[in-house]
């Protein structure tokens, strides 16, 4: 499994490196795409790394979400599968 | 394979950097897996909902980002679209399954009717899990 996600995402970098190599200003903008796939990279494995940590506790506690821890996570979902949703991309 | 690569000199390089370190960031993904603690089917309904919750937050990011290439970002838009529905059926799911728990504790069915319930919530829990996989590798494009 870890090996077809590292396979895909080397296909996906290879394929965009193919298609952005072709000058200076395309170079630039790759180490700056680069660059912010590793910022974004290490924000989730740090949101990964705390749900890791809460699904710990409640194996700890032998218990599963509250009501209101679902509510709650229901209530986040929901409003980044909106936002994203409603997010504008122009060409 | 990448001609139009070889010309600039500076390019390979800096693309070998960036390569190792979003592979690193990748490895450490797949070893914090909220669903490989997770062990009653209650642990892994939520180990799946806060691994989306985590990659929305990331996926909100990139697709506002004006600076990652539009394709990509449709690319995620997309994905997330997808996801969407799975995740309306694993509520749904998990609904029917507490359901199903209460009644048994209270002697209203049997345990056949639970049985079927944890069956269809570990499914619809497989089925965004599946989704999620192929949106944590599109977030490293």
């Given at each position: 499994m870890q090996v077809v996600a590292i396979l895909n995402f080397l296909n996906v970098f290879t394929k965009l490196l193919a298609e952005r190599s072709t000058s200076h200003d395309g170079t630039i903008k790759l180490l700056q795409f680069g660059t912010k796939a590793i910022e974004l990279g290490a924000e989730g494995v740090a949101l990964l790394e705390q749900a890791t940590a809460k699904v710990q506790t409640m194996v700890d506690e032998n218990r599963g979400l509250t009501e209101e821890e679902d509510a709650a996570l229901d209530a986040s979902i929901q409003a980044k599968l909106d936002a994203i949703a409603a997010t504008k991309i122009d060409a | 394979m990448h001609r139009r690569l070889l010309r600039n000199p500076w390019t390979a390089p800096a693309v070998s950097l960036l390569m190792i370190a979003a592979l690193t960031a990748l490895t450490a993904c797949s070893a914090l897996n909220p669903l490989h603690v997770a062990q009653t089917p209650e642990q892994k309904y939520a180990a799946v909902k806060l691994t989306y919750d985590a990659l929305l937050t990331v996926a909100q990011t990139f697709v506002a980002d004006?600076?990652?290439?539009p394709d990509a970002r449709r690319a995620v838009q997309s994905a997330v679209g997808k996801s969407g529905e799975l995740y309306k059926s694993l509520n749904t799911a998990f609904v029917e399954y507490v359901a199903a728990k209460s009644q048994l504790a209270a002697g209203a069915t049997t345990s056949d009717k639970l049985n079927v319930a944890t069956t269809n919530l570990a499914t619809w829990v497989a089925q965004l899990e599946a989704a999620v996989g192929p949106l944590a590798v599109l977030l490293h494009r």
């Open positions: - | 004006q600076t990652i290439p």
